[in-house]
Nanobody, 122 residues
Framework: QFELVESGGGLVEPGGSLRLSCTASGLSLGDYAVGWFRQAPGKERERVSCVSSSGGSTNYADSVKGRFTISRDNAKNTVYLQMNSLTPEDTAVYYC???????????????WGQGTQVTVSS
């Protein structure tokens, strides 16, 4: 059974940090580019970051550039999203997804995680 499991979400004050993890089971995550997506209430799901299968290429949405860092450890079958300087606008359910591509997250999404809630509030 193939599964992506996110963890690390929670409640944090504005200006705080969280690190999300996306761990795969039943598949080799290193064969896929992996993206982090988020969906806030009443809004469409948006991609916030992507990392290529090797980890050599990353990209970010303008809204998180300079604050979020995506990385991966293929030996641990895990992708991370370090989120710093969080604001209430970052509140959302965060999902990781593996794409049918190695260099870009623009391909077909083949696996989704179940999501982890991030709430930024004082």
């Amino acid at each position: 059974q193939f599964e992506l499991v996110e963890s690390g979400g929670g409640l944090v004050e504005p200006g705080g940090s969280l690190r999300l993890s996306c761990t795969a089971s039943g598949l080799s995550l290193g064969d896929y580019a992996v993206g982090w997506f988020r969906q806030a209430p009443g809004k469409e799901r948006e991609r916030v970051s992507c990392v290529s299968s090797s980890g050599g290429s990353t990209n970010y949405a303008d809204s998180v550039k300079g604050r979020f860092t995506i990385s991966r450890d293929n030996a641990k079958n895990t992708v991370y999203l370090q989120m710093n300087s969080l604001t209430p606008e970052d509140t959302a359910v965060y999902y990781c997804a593996a794409t049918a591509a190695i260099a870009t997250c623009d391909g077909v999404i083949v696996y989704w995680g179940q999501g982890t809630q991030v709430t930024v509030s004082s």
